[in-house]
């Protein structure tokens, strides 16, 4: 089993090939590609964690597509003054389909 735990907008992901993940908002180069900076292998037995090894490693995938997650409502409201604001933000996101990790 081959995995790999890859960084991806300030987070961390475990993926596999094959699996889908959704990540903030990606920019893919002209064929739709995306190539994401592994923190971690794991080939069976052996883990790779080492930076040297891992600049050799590359886990690529492709673009699905582009979406906006939930929206999410900022409410603020001090009392006895009337002071009340209300604001939403949605997040751009971007779902990537992992192809390989080589």
């Known amino acids: 089993m081959v995995y790999a735990v890859v960084r991806a907008g300030g987070r961390q992901e475990k993926v596999e090939v094959g699996t889908i993940v959704v990540l903030d908002r990606i920019k ?3 064929d739709g590609n995306v190539e994401l900076a592994p923190v971690l292998l794991v080939d069976g037995d ?3 964690h080492d930076a040297t090894s ?3 490693v590359k886990v690529t995938g492709e ?3 582009d979406l906006r997650g939930p929206k999410i ?3 603020k409201f001090k009392n006895k003054t009337g002071y009340k604001k209300r604001q939403g933000h949605r997040q751009e996101l971007t779902r ?3 192809t390989g990790i080589k």
């Open 28 to 30: 893919a180069d002209k």
């Open 46 to 48: 052996k883990i790779t």
């Open 54 to 56: 891992l600049a050799k």
């Open 63 to 65: 673009v699905v597509g």
């Open 73 to 75: 409502v900022i409410q």
């Open 96 to 98: 990537i389909k992992i």
